[in-house]
């Protein structure tokens, strides 16, 4: 009685929170930035990182890249997603 | 007038029971087939119809045991909240771990399992905590708890993709 009524209580309360506030969960989850803002934030953070001092430039340049190749993989995903099934097959064949 | 008089009938109530847990295996298997694209609502339904099942086991496994023993008496209507707020939990785990978009059945069938747990809550404080021999509310619990069963395995079963939250909006607009 002494950790029962207490532990269901906590979880109670942990299951209702998740359901009065599961649309915000899940909006928040799904909020991802445009790939056309994306590739212009990029581009401006590649401006920036030209104008740097060439030793931070060096690592700088390597996390602009790995943010790159998401977003390339990003649009490539993108770009299959739109397109028609037809072209798909063709492109796996 | 009708008299609901489930909860002091134990082979009736226990009947319900399994009627409930053979539904929800049931309506796991009818949406593995009807509703193949539908990952969030076979997520559900294997989460609901693996909680009753388990639940109806470790029920009967706590009920076996002799009072006191691993856990009191006063953990009856507990348990039932306990699995209850589990399921939720659970089921909400797996689709922020799968990154799976809930589906709107899937919201609404955890509204429903609050709704007992709040039931539940009540029928604890009545029976346990207060000892109330007889109340009205008894029946009323024992309504709620089967039905809204029988909601959950109805909204799984014919994919019901419309919000209460839309409904309400009809409502205040008209």
Known sequence: MFFEVPF??????????????????????????????????LLLELEKINAMDISLRIDAKQHWDDKFNIY????????????????KIRAVK | MIDFILYNDLALSFAIENVITFSFVLTFLIVLIRYKSEKSLKLGALVYASSYILSNIAYGTLELLPNGSLIGPDFFYLQWIMYESLTIILCFMIHLSMKIQHHEAVINAYRLSCINMFSCLIVHYLAIVKSVPDHWFYS????????????????????????????FLKFRLS
């Open chain 1, 8 to 41: 269901v209580l906590i979880i109670s309360i942990v299951a209702c929170v998740i359901v009065f506030k599961i649309k915000k969960i899940e909006y928040i989850e799904d909020k991802v930035i445009p790939l056309p803002e994306l590739a212009e934030m």
């Open chain 1, 72 to 87: 390339l993989e990003r649009k490539r995903l993108d770009t299959t997603k739109n397109q028609h099934p037809n072209l």
């Open chain 2, 140 to 167: 009323v619990y024992s309504i709620t708890v089967n039905t809204t069963a029988f909601l959950i395995v109805f909204l799984f079963v014919f994919n019901i993709k419309r919000s209460v939250d839309s409904c």
